[in-house]
């Protein structure tokens, strides 16, 4: 007979709704608008965003209607360890849209993202919604990665964000 060594069971992932106020929601939309800030001014200026750049950009893009019940922003978590975020809100009474995806980037890699973009089409599906869209940028390229992987394909503009440059949607099913 040989000795085992106890092997600890990794932890599950967890997504659930949060309050876009509260400090855990604040401090990841925060996370995520400076990465894709500093991203954004690395490739096209040759430096990171300052925190008026932040500011401002939390206050271009707000998240106060990832609220009930048109909206939500949910939460994975990895045990007690917060690991991202992505809103999900109603554009009208068949389309949700997919807003904030982040996954810090010590978490990545790990499979929080699945999770999250699963728990947004769920939400989504509970929203009655019949699709789910998303844009994001050319430079972000995990994410337009992630998204092919995940069954979103490429559609026409449907918004005029200076920041879009690629649109995505994917039909949702029930179960």
Same mark, same amino acid.
């Given at each position: 007979?040989?000795?085992?060594?106890?092997?600890?069971?990794?932890?599950?992932?967890?997504?659930?709704?949060?309050?876009?106020?509260?400090?855990?929601?604040?401090?990841?939309?925060?996370?995520?608008?400076?990465?894709?800030?500093?991203?954004?001014?690395?490739?096209?200026?040759?430096?990171?965003?300052?925190?008026?750049?932040?500011?401002?950009?939390?206050?271009?893009?707000?998240?106060?209607?990832?609220?009930?019940?048109?909206?939500?922003?949910?939460?994975?978590?990895?045990?007690?360890?917060?690991?991202?975020?992505?809103?999900? =809100?109603?554009?009208?009474?068949?389309?949700?849209?997919?807003?904030?995806?982040?996954?810090?980037?010590?978490?990545?890699? =790990?499979?929080?993202?699945?999770?999250?973009?699963?728990?947004?089409?769920?939400?989504?599906? &509970?929203?009655?919604?019949?699709?789910? =869209?998303?844009?994001?940028?050319?430079?972000?390229?995990?994410?337009?990665?992630?998204? &092919?992987?995940?069954?979103?394909?490429?559609?026409?503009?449907?918004?005029?964000?200076?920041?879009?440059?690629?649109?995505?949607?994917? &039909?949702?099913?029930?179960?």
């Amino acid at each position: 007979m040989t000795d085992a060594v106890a092997t600890p069971l990794p932890r599950p992932w967890a997504v659930s709704a949060e309050p876009v106020g509260s400090p855990v929601a604040r401090a990841l939309l925060r996370e995520y608008y400076t990465e894709v800030a500093d991203r954004y001014f690395a490739l096209h200026e040759g430096r990171h965003s300052t925190p008026e750049e932040i500011e401002k950009g939390l206050a271009e893009y707000p998240s106060a209607d990832l609220v009930p019940p048109n909206g939500v922003l949910l939460v994975a978590r990895h045990g007690d360890e917060v690991a991202g975020c992505v809103g999900t =809100r109603l554009l009208d009474a068949r389309t949700a849209e997919l807003k904030q995806m982040f996954v810090r980037p010590t978490q990545r890699g =790990r499979g929080a993202a699945g999770g999250l973009l699963r728990a947004a089409g769920s939400a989504a599906l &509970r929203m009655g919604a019949e699709r789910l =869209r998303l844009d994001t940028r050319l430079d972000l390229t995990e994410a337009v990665a992630l998204y &092919r992987r995940h069954g979103f394909v490429e559609i026409d503009p449907y918004h005029d964000d200076v920041h879009a440059e690629i649109f995505f949607e994917k &039909r949702l099913v029930e179960g």
